[in-house]
T-cell receptor, first 111, second 114 residues
Framework: DVKVTQSSRYLVKRTGEKVFLECVQD?????MFWYRQDPGLGLRLIYF???????EKGDIPEGYSVSREKKERFSLILESASTNQTSMYLC??????????FGQGTRLTVV | AQSVTQPDIHITVSEGASLELRCNYS??????LFWYVQSPGQGLQLLLK??????LVQGIKGFEAEFKRSQSSFNLRKPSVHWSDAAEYFC????????????FGPGTSLSVIP
């Protein structure tokens, strides 16, 4: 089975902190994605990557950056956390455009 | 503009009853269509997908969905709901070229009464 693992299920951070959300996949997938999930809004794409050291902005990249130094790992970085970044963050990976496999999510609270 | 609508924010059904979750979309061409399920505290799992061919698609966990081009709809159905089906359901649409353009609907929350 494909496994996408997010390092934390729950995080509480203070406003202004630098926050790292880590995601690792074990299926040698080329494509990796970071989404933000908010009630009533579904999933919104923050950043994606189709190769090592490659990154592209999604629909809501402001306030976020990413890093992909190895194929299996895709990190989401909040440079200076703000309360409006309190949300559920979902990482996903895939091999083509027909499906994505999701991690269990990280619920981030910024206080 | 491209969009996905799930008209029902929340649905409650009795265990054993039938279920239909609605999904309508606005898209320039016939897209790829997906239904995902998110159980409490979990990530999303793909239930089924439609790319072409037979408009009635079978998925996992006893779910099926029907693509109706004339109505721009892709409704999800299950003949008999189990308590374990209580979850959030997301419809999604996207182009045939890249997954980063997939648009997710707002979700429908399903509660099941024993």
């Amino acid at each position: 089975d494909v496994k996408v693992t997010q390092s934390s299920r729950y995080l509480v951070k203070r406003t202004g902190e630098k926050v790292f959300l880590e995601c690792v996949q074990d299926m040698d997938h080329e494509n990796m994605f970071w989404y933000r999930q908010d009630p009533g809004l579904g999933l919104r794409l923050i950043y994606f990557s189709y190769d090592v050291k490659m990154k592209e902005k999604g629909d809501i990249p402001e306030g976020y950056s990413v890093s992909r130094e190895k194929k299996e790992r895709f990190s989401l970085i909040l440079e200076s956390a703000s309360t409006n970044q309190t949300s559920m963050y979902l990482c996903a990976s895939g091999v083509d455009n027909t499906e994505a496999f999701f991690g269990q999510g990280t619920r981030l609270t910024v206080v | 503009a491209q969009s996905v609508t799930q008209p029902d924010i929340h649905i409650t059904v009795s265990e054993g009853a039938s279920l239909e979750l609605r999904c309508n979309y606005s898209y320039g061409a016939t897209p790829y269509l997906f239904w995902y399920v998110q159980s409490p505290g979990q990530g999303l799992q793909l239930l089924l997908k439609y790319f072409s061919g037979d408009t009635l698609v079978q998925g996992i966990k006893g779910f099926e969905a029907e693509f109706k081009r004339s109505q721009s709809s892709f409704n999800l159905r299950k003949p008999s709901v189990h308590w374990s089906d209580a979850a959030e359901y997301f419809c999604a649409v996207g182009p045939k070229t890249s997954y980063d353009k997939v648009i997710f609907g707002p979700g429908t929350s399903l509660s099941v009464i024993p």
